[in-house]
């Protein structure tokens, strides 16, 4: 297909995620922007991706930005961190203009970077994620180049999405794994003044992470952010918005089995819905 031929065709916003946790950030855009079509794939089958090593992450996120594409999206929003800090940069930078030149991806780092030098008062700013996204060192250097004068600590918190994915998020173990790497954090500097959930699944452990965290620290949750400034890509970017169908619809793509994403999605999107299952390669 040619360049000029892609850019005319429209279709549904894609959402990508290593599984079930991009559902918090779709949650968001959908409320924000809920007159678009969008197609959610969630790689289930292969999640999670924090621990990944760099070629492999990038390997299965550029398979589901393809298989995004293949079902008309115009533009696909990485909601999963891991698959941002690790793999964004190659699609957009390699990829897209090879394959896709009509196409757009985009991620969860650089909205939330922005909300937080906004936000932060103190110049110190904490960050919980998985251990692959802080070793990407990718929110770092997003810092580095937008707020140069902010320090930024992170803390990876590898134990966090099993806490989540296995509903034990009211347990004492949750308790002792949350208040762990809180202390952790603040204990490496009690200037914080906020912190970033830099990972899909935190926003469901929010209630106990406040419980640990200072109360004069703000809890920056990324899904509002992502969409906020998709709303301003899209005004930003009229010839990408022509492209995004309007007809408030959604599908739900999986790796998995269709029945495990339907039953597991209600504790990250509060309403019922519809699962298929894909093969991605
Ligand atoms: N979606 C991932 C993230 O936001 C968390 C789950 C995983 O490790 O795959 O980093």
Redesign the pocket.
Known sequence: MSARSETESKGPIGIF???L??LTVFHAIRARLPQYDYCYLGDTAR?????RSFDIIYRYTLQGVRALFAQGCPLVIL?????SAKALRSIQQKDLPRHFPGRRVLGVIRPSVELVGRLSQSRKVGLF??A??VRSESYALEFRRLYPDLTLHQEACPMW?PLVENNETGTVAAEFLVRRHVDALMDRDPDIDTIIL????YPLLLPLIRLYVPGNVQIVNQGPPVAERLEDYLLRHPEMERQCLKNSRRRFLTTGTAEEFESLAAAFFPEPLNAEQIELG
């Open positions: 995620d290593s599984g946790g991009g999640t999670p991706y924090g621990s909601a999963c961190n891991t698959a994620a998985t692959g996204t999405v830099a990972c899909t699944h």
